[in-house]
């Protein structure tokens, strides 16, 4: 195991604790031995445990299993959504619900993972700046560590389920009067600054390895087979990278074969990311006042767009940009015809598919999963009022 920087290449110590590349600033990416992995992994093991993160404990650099900090994260079920898919014109739909995690969110897979690593590296406190999810998660396995959590986040603009559980959880909540990516901005200087604190945010890429965990559980799911289409939510930009590099991983030892195309879904007034693969180019304009009801991705600066980018490119994906207005509909499509309840990011891959199959991008045929990021009750406000409710 090593880190790698996607840039430059060069590589690092995998007990190094630094969040950039020393050489270039590039983002970091940890390496597995595959070919190693290979002669060790027995295939035929892997069905005899039902889907969950520390099932494929081969592909995580966790070194200390003795510090390993979980809540029972992953093994979120992957929902065939018939009546759905008939609506939108595809034959085949999934939906992964990520809602079913420990928080509530993806995020509990990458921090099982990233909060067993800071207290291999022995720190008291870890931090994160959040747009809600990240922060309620690290302050549930902060808890469940020991560990003091500090969240910074921007002031007004959190979804309240969210902050109710940073706050319960015992995090020092800090609200800054700027957005997302001032948060993070702050958050980076302070772990910097003091090195005592360890960043927790997607740039740290030990994190990232437990997301890799969505698509093992899906190829697992599917019977060790992959989806033709794999749509994801794009906010900070690491999850649909990590998805893709679990996919890639899991075709170079050899459990399935393929990748699925990778696409990435963003809101219409923050889709920095959408707007340079469609224009072919390798680096993206920052939107400077990102504005979406989808309030977890409502950022305008990526700090992982570069590994976005690899992810949809390497595999042959595509992105697309969806409207509020499309977003709501495809919330309240899936909450009505399949009673899958999910936060207004996550309901941006249905209205993301719908527009692909309208525009022929995705085919009938396509064997398709949909990534549902965070469950409903994250935002209780969003949905009481998109359904004209008056309380
Ligand atoms: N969906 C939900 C529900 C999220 O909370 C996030 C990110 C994403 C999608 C996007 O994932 O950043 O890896 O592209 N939420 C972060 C947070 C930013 O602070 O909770 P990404």
Redesign the pocket.
């Known amino acids: 195991m090593w880190l790698e920087c996607i840039e430059c290449r060069h590589k690092f110590d995998i007990g190094s604790r630094f969040y950039t590349c020393q050489r270039c600033g590039g983002l970091l990416e940890v390496e597995l031995d595959l070919t190693l992995i290979k002669k060790k992994l027995k295939k035929n093991n892997l069905d005899l445990k039902p889907p969950s993160v520390w099932k494929y404990r081969d592909f995580f650099p966790v070194i200390d299993e003795s510090k390993i900090v979980s809540l029972n994260e992953g093994g979120t079920p992957l929902i065939r959504c018939d009546r759905l898919s008939k609506e939108i014109g595809v034959d085949e739909l999934y939906v992964k619900f990520?809602g079913a995690n420990p928080t509530g969110?993806?995020?509990d897979r990458g921090m099982t993972v990233g909060v067993t690593k800071a207290l291999e590296f022995g720190v008291k406190t870890v931090a994160?700046?959040?747009?809600?999810?990240?922060?309620?998660?690290l302050a549930a396995y902060a808890a469940k560590a020991g560990l003091r959590c500090v969240v910074i986040l921007p002031k007004g603009k959190v979804a309240l389920g969210?902050l109710a559980q940073a706050l319960i959880y015992g995090a020092k909540v800090v609200a800054i009067k700027g957005n997302?990516d001032e948060a993070l901005a702050m958050v980076r200087r302070l772990c910097e600054q003091d090195e005592s604190v360890y960043l927790l945010?997607?740039l740290n890429p030990f994190r990232l390895q437990g997301?890799k965990s969505i698509s093992y559980e899906i190829a697992d799911q599917l019977g060790w087979k992959i989806p033709d289409k794999v749509l994801?939510?794009?906010?900070?930009?690491?999850?649909?990278?990590?998805i893709y590099k679990g996919f890639f991983e899991f075709d170079a030892v050899g459990i399935t074969r393929g990748i699925p195309k990778m696409i990435g879904i963003q809101a219409n007034g923050a889709k920095p990311i959408v707007e340079a693969i469609k224009r072919g180019q390798e680096t993206f304009e920052p939107v400077e006042r990102p504005e979406t009801i989808?309030t977890?991705?409502r950022?305008g600066n990526?700090v992982?767009g570069p590994k976005?980018i690899r992810a949809i490119r390497n595999s042959g994906g595509t992105a697309e940009s969806v409207s509020d207005g499309e977003i709501i509909r495809a919330q309240k499509a899936l909450a009505k015809l399949e009673g899958i309840g999910v936060?207004p990011?996550?309901a941006s891959t249905i209205a993301g598919l719908k527009k692909l199959v309208r525009q022929k991008e995705i085919k009938k045929d396509d064997v398709v999963v949909c990534v549902a990021?965070?469950h409903l009750l994250?935002d209780p406000e969003e949905a009481i009022k998109v359904v004209g409710f008056s309380k």
């Open positions: 990520e969110s993806f995020k994160c700046a959040s747009t809600g999810n990240t922060s309620a998660s969210k997302f945010n997607s997301q994801v939510p794009m906010g900070n930009c690491a999850n649909i990278w990590a989808a977890a991705i950022i990526p992982n976005a936060e990011a996550s990021t965070g994250k």
